[in-house]
């Protein structure tokens, strides 16, 4: 089971957002943070905990180890209000977290 | 450009099936595992199958196993989903979904096409 917290995180932009994605057991960093807006599909931001997706902005940061992960975002664009998951694949069945709404304050 | 383009979506009755596919190209097909991962109306995402790149192995979640079947043909590039007895649960958008190649595992989804919904009801 992941268990992202909180489930909406309200900030402006500028400002620094930090969310978190617990799992269950270890996953050995085998966790990957995906970025989604309304109508589109879900786009990899962080792999295997830590490393920035190709393209991926420098202001998004992944950390964490054993069964706590956070991903945060060091000063919120206006593009940067989505939904944001995490996802492990240590383990068969991969599984995502329920999610995190970041909206504008 | 790498892309995914799914199709085969549409409305089916409780209990009836339907064929997803999804056609890749700009990069060598059969070198990448690729998955299904679907999201129900104003839900998050869930995992639904993968199939892995290098030995075809392939995997399902629980909420699909028996009813759902996950193929390939790397001759045509394209991803298949056999979907069997359809309950009105499994309404979603589809998408499909590249895994990054990776040292070990599985995963991450590093491209995404762009869906297809599939609504059951009758």
């Known amino acids: 089971v992941l268990t992202q917290s909180p489930a909406t995180l309200s900030l402006s932009p500028g400002e620094r957002a930090t969310l978190s994605c617990r799992a269950s057991q270890s996953l050995t960093n085998y966790l990957a943070w995906y970025q989604q807006k309304p109508g589109q599909a879900p786009r990899l931001l962080i792999y295997d905990a830590t490393n920035r997706a190709t393209g991926i902005p420098a202001r998004f940061s992944g950390s964490g180890s054993g069964t706590d992960y956070t991903l945060t975002i060091s000063s919120l664009e206006p593009e940067d209000f989505a939904v944001y998951y995490c996802?492990?694949?240590?383990?068969?069945?991969?599984?995502f977290g329920q999610g995190t709404r970041l909206e504008i304050k | 450009e790498v892309q995914l383009v799914e199709s085969g979506g549409g409305l089916v009755q409780p209990g009836g099936s339907l064929r997803l596919s999804c056609a890749a190209s700009?990069?060598?097909?059969?070198?990448?595992?690729m998955t299904w991962v679907r999201q129900a109306p104003g839900k998050g995402l869930e995992w639904v199958s993968a199939?892995?790149?290098?030995?075809?192995?392939?995997h399902y979640a629980d909420s699909v196993r028996g009813r759902f079947t996950i193929s390939r043909d790397n001759y045509r590039n394209t991803l298949y989903l056999q979907m069997n007895s359809l309950r009105a649960e499994d309404t979603a958008v589809f998408y499909c979904a590249r895994s990054q190649i990776v040292a070990a595992g599985f995963g991450p989804f590093d491209i995404w096409g762009q869906g297809t919904l599939v609504t059951v009801s009758s």
């Open positions: 700009g990069f060598t097909f059969s070198n990448y595992g």
């Open positions: 199939v892995t790149g290098s030995d075809d192995n392939t």
């Open positions: 996802q492990q694949r240590r383990w068969w069945p991969i599984i």
